[in-house]
C-alpha cells in the first residue's frame, strides 16, 4: 500500500489556502472595489490601469504554502527569496494570510476593508510595487534586477548556522550570468557554521514573451547540468494540483531531512567533505489555475499568462470582464473567507506562529539582530608620511592589519567577511590571512595556500557573487 505524506484534511486545507493565496494575487492585479464578490463585478470595481505579473505567482503561492507546512513540521527558521521578476502578488499576499502584513501595516486590516485597500495599494499611486519590494515584510532581494537571488541567499546564511534560505529561482532569471554562477555557491558554504539554501527553481516555461532556455531542454539534460553544479535536484512536475501537493511535500520533507542530515553528520563528525545539497525543480504551467483561453487564444501554460491575462476597460471586449468574475469565483472566495472577510480559522492555522512566520522572521529585518563591529583604533594603524607625496608602504598595506584585526576581535561573534575576487593577496590585504583563511568547501591539494572550510574572507572571480553574497 503507498503510503503519503498528506492526510485528506491537510491537501484540502493546504489547497484551499493556495485558493486563498491566487484569489488575493488576482485581486491586487485586478480590483479596484468589492473585494469578495459580495455583489456582480462591474467595470467599475477593476482599475483603470493593469499593472502586474501574474504568470510566476501561483506557482510562488504553492510554494509558500508548502513551505508553511514544513516549517511547522520541522520547526524550521526559514525566509522566503523570491527571485522571479515582479513577484510581488505572491509575497505580499503570503504575508498578509499569515497576519505579519496586518501587523506591519494595521490599516490594511484582515476584514473586508483591509481586503479593499490591499487590493488598491498594489500598482497604484501612492501604493506598493509590483516586485518584491523592500516595504513587504521578509523581503531581503527584491527582484527586479534579474540574476542575484541565489548570491543574496548565500549571503543570508552565512554565520547563521540553524536558518534555512528557500530561495525561489525563475527559470527566465537562471539564463542571467549572474544566476548561472550562483549554483557554483555551494563550494562556499560551510555546513558546520552556515546555514543552508534550498534552492527552488521555478520551471514555468516562458519569460515575457519566448519560452525559456532550461524548459527547451530535455529533463535528462537539465538534471545533468544541475547535478554538474553540485546539486541533487528533485523533480516535481504537473499541473493536477491533488497531485502536484502531494509531490511537492513529498520533496520538500526529501529536502529539509537531507538538509538536516547533511548538518547534523559535519557538525558532529567535523567532516571536509563537501555535500551534495538537496534542490526542488518545480515544473508547472506558467500562470497556474489562471484563464485556460482569452479570445481564442491559449493563455495558461504559455508566454500570453507572463503579465496581465485579461485586458479590461471600456473599449475591451464585455466578455473579458465576465472571464474574470469566473476566474475569481473559480477560487470559491465563500469557502476561504467569512462575511467580514477573514481567513477562515481552520485556513489560518496552516501559517506557522510568531517569528516562524516568513514573513515576521527576524533575519529578513536586518535591523533588528544589527551587532555593531568590535573595532581596533584606527589611529594605531597610522603611518608616518614625512612629506608630502613620498613613496610610502601602499595604503592596502596599512589598511591590510586593520581588517586583520577587525577579523580576530570579531571571530566570535562571527559578523565580519571580507568578500572580493581573487585579489586579497595582489591587492596589499596580505595580513588577513595571519588571522583568517579563505572560505572554501571543494578540493584541494599540497600547493594551495589559505583554504579552508571555515574562514572570513570570501573569494570568487565573480564580483557578482562578491556583491550579492555581501548584500545578503
Known sequence: MKTTTLTPDLLHRLDAYWRAANYLAVGQIYLYDNPLLKRPLALTDVKHMLLGHW???????????????????????MIYVSGPGHGGPAVVGNTYLEGTYSEIYPNISQDEAGLRKLF????FPGGIPSHASPECPGSIHEGGELGYSLSHSFGAVFDNPDLIVACVVGDGESETGPLATAWHSNKFLDPVTDGAVLPILHLNGYKISNPTVPAR????E???LLRGYGWTPIFVEGHEPALMHEAMATALDTAVEAIKRIQTDARKTGSAMRPRWPMIVLNSPKGW??????????VEGTFRAHQVPLSISATTPPE???????????????????????????LASLAPKGRRRMGANPHANGGILLRDLRMPDFRDYAANVPV?????IGDTHVLGPFLRDVAKLNDRQRNFRVFGPDETLSNGLEALFQTTQRQWDAATVPNDEFLAPTGRVMEMLSEHQCEGWLEG
Not at 217 to 220: A, I, L, N, P, W
Not at 289 to 298: E, N, S, Y
Not at 388 to 392: K, N, R, S, T
Open 320 to 346: 473579458h470582464l465576465r472571464q474574470l468574475e469566473d476566474w475569481l469565483k473559480s477560487y470559491r472566495p465563500q469557502e476561504l473567507f467569512d462575511d467580514a472577510g477573514r481567513l477562515k480559522p481552520e
Open 388 to 392: 608630502p607625496g613620498a613613496p610610502g
Open 289 to 298: 489555475t489562471g484563464p485556460k483561453v482569452v479570445d481564442g487564444q491559449q
Open 217 to 220: 531542454v530535455t529533463h535528462e
Open 222 to 224: 537539465l538534471e545533468q
Open 55 to 77: 504568470g510566476t505567482t501561483p506557482g510562488q503561492n504553492f510554494i509558500y504554502a508548502h513551505l508553511n507546512r514544513v516549517i511547522t513540521k520541522y520547526d524550521l527558521d
Open 120 to 123: 488598491l495599494q498594489f500598482s
